[in-house]
């Protein structure tokens, strides 16, 4: 059986809320060092705390919220239900969310993940991260869930760190980069779609001109394209002009510790975010 989606298809849902509040997807990443910086124990109360001081801060003033499910899994089960608190409070406050969960598997055990994170299940946002590092076709299940549902899912195809280029620019038999075949693979999935498809794209904001040299049409992917690495991993918004180039209508910039930073302050996170997004507005030209 088909489950209830969380209405309307992502792309568009998406594509809307940044015309609302701009271009920038808040990551909640509640790192040990940040909770110490706010003054709280890294536990699970503390956590806790955070998290929903930063959905009651951002709800309803950004594009999307991007919980990375890391943070709340280190605290074991009761980690994970604060994450379900989150997800469902972002969409009480009718703010999208994208859980970076970053999962990849054997499609048979892929279909496990997309019933937690595209179906009947708490932990399903609106969008969820995946790896494609045991072929873009294990993706299937939760490509094929996500699109029942109306969900979006981001597939890594250029990522922040510098240790993914090893893996991303590697060049397979037919002469085109793992990165540039991912790419391609998701413009299939997104063919026809408007005004965006709904599977998106991870390109690092750090990856400079990375994805023109690997021969990459980012505009042809006709899919969100999610950037992170502004802020904390060096990145500005002024480098997402040189990454996208035509493709920057497209583009959600994603910041995670250089907004967190700001809290716990709620007027400060807030401030914080709203500085970020205009930036990003500014850069994009949107
Ligand atoms: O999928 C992601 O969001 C992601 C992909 C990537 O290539 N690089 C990357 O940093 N991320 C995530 O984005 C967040 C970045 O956080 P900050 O560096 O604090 O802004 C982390 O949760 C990362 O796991």
């Known amino acids: 059986m088909t489950p209830p989606g969380p209405g309307g298809r992502f792309g568009a849902r998406l594509a809307e809320a940044v015309a609302l509040h701009g271009p920038v997807c808040v990551g909640i990443d509640p790192h040990a060092s940040l909770l110490a910086a706010w003054g709280l124990d890294d536990d699970v109360a503390g956590l806790e705390r955070f998290s929903r001081t930063v959905v009651e801060a951002l709800a309803g003033r950004v594009a999307a919220l991007k919980p990375q499910a890391a943070f709340f899994e280190r605290h074991g089960s009761r980690g994970v239900a604060v994450l379900e608190t989150v997800i469902a409070e972002a969409r ?74 090893q893996v991303q620019h590697a060049t397979g038999g037919d002469g085109r980069s793992v990165a540039r075949a991912v790419a391609e693979a998701a413009a299939a999935e997104n063919a026809g779609a408007t005004p965006l498809g709904d599977v998106g794209l991870v390109v690092g904001a750090t990856t400079g001109t990375a994805a023109r040299e690997a021969g990459i049409d980012l505009a042809a992917v006709n899919g969100p394209l999610l950037a992170p690495g502004v ?42 975010a709203e500085r970020t997004a205009a930036q990003c507005r500014a850069a994009l030209g949107s």
């Open 231 to 272: 802020g904390a991993q060096g990145a500005t918004a002024g480098d997402l002009r040189d990454v996208f180039g035509d493709a920057l209508p497209a583009v959600l910039a994603a910041s995670s510790r250089d907004v967190l930073r700001a809290g716990p302050d709620v007027v400060a996170l807030r401030e914080a």
């Open 92 to 165: 009480a406050a009718g703010t999208l969310t994208i859980v970076d969960a970053k999962r990849g598997d054997i499609g048979s055990t892929m279909q496990a993940y997309a019933d937690a994170f595209c179906g009947d299940s708490p932990l399903a946002g609106d969008a969820v991260t995946v790896s494609p590092y045991l072929g873009f076709g294990s993706l299937r299940p939760v490509l094929d869930t996500a699109a029942a549902t109306g969900r979006g899912v981001f597939v890594l195809a250029l990522t922040s760190n510098p240790e993914g280029a």
